[in-house]
């Protein structure tokens, strides 16, 4: 049996420059943070013919094109292995809620079919695979920065070249700042997002077509991302909240849907009566996850969770995707 554990993700400034669409032409920059919240993958012979899938489904495909679940059966065309095969994912946080679940489903995917045939395999290549599965292969127009994040962990800054390079290195973000950060970011759940391909497909169009409010918009993001690095690696973390309404207020106005009158309503009280200094919604789909950074915890928890929304409480993941078990 092999087991792997991947991280799931928040973005912590320049999330949308990923996209091949602006990339390509100008360049992008993201900064993330892996988060204590998993999907685990397992993978065992099975006394089944063919192949048993277990996830929010049951599968079982006598051959690799018949698998309806897409990343799974991408993946395993790319990574064949013959049958008598049982694959079960289970996930701490479920999918659609701007966590970049799909990202770390097919990075510990990709891990654990590297790992079922005993070959190492290095966080850069399983990126790399699970990036191109999903957007050459499937067609969705996802940027990279979640494959990256949940292969690598812990703070990652990642610079995305016009030529599809991509350099990446940890933010130089001292014990006591990163310390000082978790203490500081809270978590509400507003709801299930929608799929984020509509809007980051709404994104792709308009900069594939030189739209000049979606590319400044987008330019405005990658310098606040590089911003947003500047201060936390000096320590000063409390202006993270700052920097991060300015770059709500943008990512709404940047595509139609990024919100809604209900989680508009929810971030006015947060930054109300919650006392919160500034925050965001994780994700593209337009649900999902409060980011909120406050100095009073307990100010924020009795607004928020007396307004009916439930906290989700977070560490940050330093270790990426992992092999937890190997049993082979």
Same mark, same amino acid.
């Given at each position: 049996?092999?087991?792997?554990?991947?991280?799931?993700?928040?973005?912590?400034?320049?999330?949308?420059?990923?996209?091949?669409?602006?990339?390509?032409k100008f360049g992008g920059f993201v900064i993330s943070a892996a988060i204590n919240k998993y999907v685990y993958i397992t993978i065992n012979h099975s006394?089944?013919?063919?192949?048993?899938?277990?996830?929010?489904?049951?599968?079982l495909a006598t051959a690799i094109p018949e698998i309806r679940h897409r990343l799974i059966r991408e993946a395993l065309t790319c990574n064949p292995l013959?049958?008598?095969?049982?694959?079960?994912?289970? @996930?701490?946080?479920?999918? &659609?809620?701007?966590?970049?679940? *799909?990202?770390?489903?097919?990075? $510990?995917?990709?891990? +654990? %079919? !590297?790992?079922?045939?005993?070959?190492?395999?290095?966080?850069?290549?399983?990126?790399?695979?699970?990036?191109?599965?999903?957007?050459?292969?499937?067609?969705?127009?996802?940027?990279?920065?979640?494959?990256?994040?949940?292969?690598?962990?812990?703070?990652?800054?990642?610079?995305?070249?016009?030529?599809?390079?991509?350099?990446?290195?940890?933010?130089?973000?001292?014990?006591?700042?990163?310390?000082?950060?978790?203490?500081?970011?809270?978590?509400?759940?507003?709801?299930?997002?929608?799929? @984020?391909?509509?809007?980051? &497909?709404?994104?792709?169009?308009? *900069?594939?077509?030189?739209?000049? $409010?979606?590319?400044? +918009? %987008? !330019?405005?993001?990658?310098?606040l991302g590089y911003e947003i690095g500047k201060i936390l690696e000096a320590g000063d973390v409390l202006r993270f909240g700052e920097l991060m309404h300015?770059?709500?207020?943008?990512?709404?106005?940047?595509?139609?849907?990024?919100?809604?009158?209900?989680?508009?309503?929810?971030?006015?009280?947060?930054?109300?009566?919650?006392?919160?200094?500034?925050?965001?919604?994780?994700?593209?789909?337009?649900?999902?996850?409060?980011?909120?950074?406050?100095?009073?915890?307990?100010?924020?928890?009795?607004?928020?969770? &007396?307004?009916?929304?439930?906290?989700?409480?977070?560490?940050?993941?330093?270790?990426?995707?992992?092999?937890?078990?190997?049993?082979?």
């Amino acid at each position: 049996m092999i087991i792997t554990r991947t991280p799931l993700r928040i973005s912590i400034g320049g999330g949308g420059t990923d996209l091949p669409s602006y990339y390509r032409k100008f360049g992008g920059f993201v900064i993330s943070a892996a988060i204590n919240k998993y999907v685990y993958i397992t993978i065992n012979h099975s006394f089944h013919p063919g192949y048993l899938l277990k996830y929010s489904e049951i599968e079982l495909a006598t051959a690799i094109p018949e698998i309806r679940h897409r990343l799974i059966r991408e993946a395993l065309t790319c990574n064949p292995l013959p049958g008598n095969l049982e694959i079960v994912s289970i @996930a701490d946080v479920p999918a &659609g809620t701007g966590l970049g679940s *799909s990202g770390s489903f097919l990075v $510990g995917l990709v891990h +654990a %079919l !590297h790992a079922y045939r005993r070959h190492p395999v290095a966080a850069e290549v399983l990126a790399r695979e699970a990036f191109d599965i999903e957007m050459n292969r499937l067609g969705e127009p996802v940027g990279k920065q979640d494959h990256y994040i949940a292969a690598y962990g812990g703070f990652l800054c990642q610079e995305y070249r016009p030529d599809d390079g991509v350099s990446v290195s940890p933010l130089k973000i001292s014990e006591d700042a990163a310390r000082e950060l978790r203490e500081s970011l809270m978590m509400f759940f507003v709801g299930y997002t929608r799929s @984020a391909s509509d809007l980051l &497909g709404d994104q792709k169009k308009k *900069s594939e077509a030189g739209d000049g $409010g979606m590319i400044e +918009a %987008l !330019h405005f993001t990658k310098q606040l991302g590089y911003e947003i690095g500047k201060i936390l690696e000096a320590g000063d973390v409390l202006r993270f909240g700052e920097l991060m309404h300015e770059h709500w207020m943008r990512k709404r106005a940047r595509s139609a849907g990024m919100s809604n009158s209900k989680v508009d309503t929810f971030y006015d009280l947060a930054r109300g009566e919650g006392g919160a200094i500034g925050g965001k919604l994780v994700g593209a789909g337009g649900s999902g996850f409060l980011l909120l950074q406050t100095r009073d915890r307990n100010r924020l928890r009795k607004a928020m969770t &007396g307004a009916g929304l439930m906290e989700m409480d977070f560490s940050f993941d330093f270790d990426g995707s992992v092999v937890q078990m190997r049993n082979r």
